[in-house]
């Protein structure tokens, strides 16, 4: 019978995994951490039991997300380095005003936070008036915003640029697999690869825009938004560590205006 213990994978495992992952050499990494070869080897073999300290600057080299950075010293008979927080702790009150002023201050423009796997963890007003469109039933948290931007019963049909936009979508969700090796975000992406149509071929769709936006036909008129994300910086929680903040600007004085309208009416 195989216990909890044995089943967990072993930190020269999960450690040579992130080094593969990031495209580091053996020989590469321990002369940047200031180690031998051979003694990175062995880690990884399991030969010899590295430090905390090693650990923790070894994670810290290859960029290792910090709850994938408490799993591997868990792995190796450590306690976690990086707590994790609720978003409504009373630690965190000084976040979470921010990002209420944060989120407040960018209307009349629609701005959310959102987690790893893209669930909506705070939104503003602007926000609300674009999914007033849609089937209050779709709107039951947890809202994934991947998801309800690719489904064929979400926003897909409102988005006038699909083809292109879902392409960005999953685009972005495999680079964020590949950068935490979450294995929900890959299930996420098998999932919504099977509502995007297929993409676009050639430059057409690319000349007539500086960045690509969001098309979305709204009954009041369409609207075009660019994108931008925001993550913290020195996140020492693995929580704040996983959330990042996207504001939608408008790409032309038609959107500016009817969402000024909207948020208004609203």
Same mark, same amino acid.
């Given at each position: 019978?195989? *216990? ?25 990494? =321990? ?7 051979? +003694?990175? *080897? ?40 990086? *707590? ?7 630690? $965190? ?7 209420? +002023? ?23 007003? =602007?926000?609300? =008036?674009?999914?007033?469109? $849609? ?15 690719? +489904? ?20 972005? $969700? ?69 959330? *990042? ?22």
């Amino acid at each position: 019978m195989t *216990s909890t213990l044995d089943a967990r994978p072993a930190p020269g495992d999960l450690l040579r995994g992130w080094r593969t992952r990031r495209r580091r050499s053996q020989m590469d990494l =321990a002369l940047e951490v200031g180690v031998s070869t051979r +003694h990175l *080897s062995f880690v990884e073999t399991g030969r010899a039991r590295a430090s905390r300290e090693l650990l923790v600057d070894l994670c810290e080299h290859l960029e290792v997300p910090l709850r994938e950075r408490n799993t591997l010293l868990l792995a190796a008979g450590y306690a976690p380095s990086y *707590s994790e927080s609720r978003l409504d702790a009373r630690a $965190l009150d000084a976040v979470r005003g921010a990002l209420e +002023h944060l989120l407040a201050g960018h209307e009349p423009f629609p701005a959310l936070v959102v987690d790893r796997c893209g669930d909506v963890v705070m939104a503003n007003r =602007a926000v609300g =008036a674009l999914l007033a469109l $849609l089937d209050p039933a779709l709107l039951t948290p947890p809202v994934n915003v991947y998801r309800l931007s690719l +489904h064929p019963d979400g926003l897909a049909p409102h988005v006038r640029n699909l083809p292109e936009w879902a392409g960005h979508l999953l685009h972005r $969700l495999e680079r964020l697999a590949d950068l935490t090796g979450d294995p929900r975000l890959v299930a996420l992406r098998e999932e919504l690869a099977g509502y995007a149509p297929p993409p676009p071929t050639g430059p057409a769709a690319r000349a007539a825009h500086v960045m690509l936006p969001l098309h979305l036909a709204h009954p009041d008129g369409d609207l075009r938004l660019y994108s931008t994300i925001t993550h913290f910086g020195a996140a020492w929680d693995v929580t704040l560590d996983e959330l *990042s903040l996207e504001s939608f600007v408008p790409a032309d004085d038609a959107t500016r205006a009817l969402l000024e309208c909207l948020v208004a009416e609203g």
